[in-house]
């Protein structure tokens, strides 16, 4: 069974610190991997991918992703309560866009 | 259109009632997915589609559930016989290529009661 595992939280941070979200997955065959956002009730939208160990940077989103330990992070910085949402993390397959999804860590920026 | 559209935004069917979920994904988009999401949990992929051509339905969960896609546009998801295990949020999503970057439908909510 190939996984992915997050910490379905709820992760607390105060307005304009940096949350750090957390992901690892089994299937060493995983070449792509993407962080979704969704709000209560809404469906997910994507919001970072990377391919190559090592940090990907857009904007206050820092994606950092670890091929030898199995490991995806996400970083967000100066967080806003708009920025309260659960984030998903996934893998590919080995087949693009045929996604496995971790459960999800659930986001709350407090003021 | 726009973006991804899925219809009926909320069905309540009984138990051994077949209900069929329809979507139409963003225009001129190649790739068609099927996602089925339960409370608290991700996204778990049913099936997609490329044009036509059902490419991969390992995660249907049985002979119960069928998709199709016959002109390359609109799909739709067929459960017979429905059980109440299968309530849940069906997530419908398209994709240009082979990004993915999935484009979500607002999902189509089954209840069986």
């Known amino acids: 069974q190939k996984e992915v595992e997050q910490n379905s939280g709820p992760l607390s941070v105060p307005e304009g610190a940096i949350a750090s979200l957390n992901c690892t997955y089994s299937?060493?065959?995983?070449?792509?991997f993407f962080w979704y956002r969704q709000y209560s009730g809404k469906s997910p939208e994507l919001i970072m991918f990377?391919?190559?160990?090592g940090d990907k940077e857009d904007g206050r989103f820092t994606a950092q992703l670890n091929k030898a330990s199995q490991y995806v992070s996400l970083l967000i910085r100066d967080s806003q309560p708009s920025d309260s949402a659960t984030y998903l993390c996934?893998?590919?397959?080995?087949?693009?866009?045929?996604?496995?999804f971790g459960t999800g860590t659930r986001l709350q920026v407090t003021l | 259109g726009a973006g991804v559209s899925q219809s009926p935004r909320y069905k309540v069917t009984k138990r051994g009632q077949d209900v069929a979920l329809r979507c139409d994904p963003i225009?001129?988009?190649?790739?068609l997915y099927w996602y089925r999401q339960a409370l608290g949990q991700g996204p778990e992929f049913l099936t997609y589609?490329?044009?036509?051509?059902?490419?991969?339905k390992s995660g249907l969960p049985n002979d119960r559930f069928s998709a199709e896609r016959p002109e390359g546009s609109i799909s739709t998801l067929t459960i017979q016989r429905t059980e109440q295990r299968d309530s849940a949020m069906y997530r419908c999503?398209?994709?240009?290529?082979?990004?993915?970057?999935?484009?979500f439908g607002e999902g189509s909510r089954l209840t069986v009661l």
């Open positions: 990377i391919y190559s160990n």
């Open positions: 225009s001129g988009h190649v790739s």
């Open positions: 999503a398209s994709t240009l290529g082979a990004t993915g970057e999935l484009f």
């Open positions: 589609f490329n044009y036509e051509a059902q490419q991969d």
């Open positions: 996934a893998a590919d397959t080995g087949t693009a866009s045929k996604l496995t």
């Open positions: 299937d060493r065959g995983s070449q792509s």
